[in-house]
């Protein structure tokens, strides 16, 4: 990281270039300098002697991709509220922090916002009463209709018909235990760009051992929509089961066989 720095900022030329003139002076006198013959022995060298390398100010506009894994935020057009929102998620900054970040931006700018980081991240405080204890695990059901009116917004569907796809398949939590997880996973294939939304999250030590208890609420609210749509801001949209995507164990298990 620190080599690809000094390329792009052009201090490695400069190292190189100071350098080879110290060795033409040097090669006048009786005894033979010692000159690194490479450019990663340049950078070492400077490196080791713990010399002062001044970075251009125009070093970090490279047009280079950046190799420190970062994630990208994409701005558009997005109010500041919501940008703020977003690069405290996509960089896991710790809730102290943003709150502290939050009071200050309320006392010396006119933004209106939360002075908590939890309001501000819009954190479920109850979220312990959505879990319930069903087929020897737990089970967090968000719902269908609310992925799709959280999905939607203040936006009013174009179409009148939602077409969906879902997925339930195993994963384990880690190797180390047995503890695995279930996700009930949704997507529109007929709308794209198209994030995929959970539904619903059952964990437990093995995989639902009563499918009826698993698949319940969800079977409960299909019936409901299939039948009476649903309302997104204003509008009654009809809902309609396009695939269940599952590999050959889960469809298996699904099936009850």
């Known amino acids: ?72 935020i994409a701005f558009g057009n997005k109010p500041f509220k919501d940008l703020l929102r977003l690069w405290a998620l996509s960089y896991n900054v710790p809730l102290k922090t943003l709150t502290a970040l939050l009071k200050l931006l309320d006392h010396s700018t006119d933004f209106n916002l ?53 997925s339930m398949d195993g994963l384990p939590l880690h190797n180390s235990g047995p503890t695995e997880m279930w996700p009930i996973l949704m997507s529109l294939p007929h709308l794209k760009p198209m994030p995929v939304l959970v539904v619903g999250i059952y964990c437990g030590s093995s995989k639902p051992d009563n499918i009826e208890s698993y698949l319940r609420p969800l079977v409960d609210e299909l019936n409901f929509l299939l039948d009476q749509g649903t309302n997104i801001n204003g509008k009654l949209v009809d809902i309609q089961l396009h695939a269940i995507i599952a590999d050959s164990p889960a469809r298996s298990f699904l099936k009850g066989k």
Not at 24 to 37: A, G, Y
Not at 151 to 164: D, M, N, R, V, W
């Open 114 to 166: 939360p002075k908590d980081a939890r309001t501000f991240l819009k954190t479920p405080i109850l979220i312990s009463n959505q879990i319930a204890n069903v087929a020897g695990g737990q089970l967090w059901y968000y719902g269908v209709e609310k992925c799709l009116q959280h999905y939607f917004g203040k936006e009013t569907p174009a179409t009148s018909l939602i077409a969906l796809n879902l």
């Open 1 to 72: 990281m620190y080599a690809k720095k000094l390329k792009k900022s052009g201090q490695l030329a400069k190292i190189r270039k100071a350098n080879e003139s110290n060795f033409q002076r040097e090669s006048n006198s009786s005894d033979p300098p010692i000159v690194p013959t490479t450019s990663d022995d340049i950078m070492e060298e400077a490196v080791e002697n713990n010399s002062e390398v001044l970075l251009d100010e125009d070093a970090g506009d490279s047009s280079e991709p950046s190799d420190d894994g970062e994630p990208e």
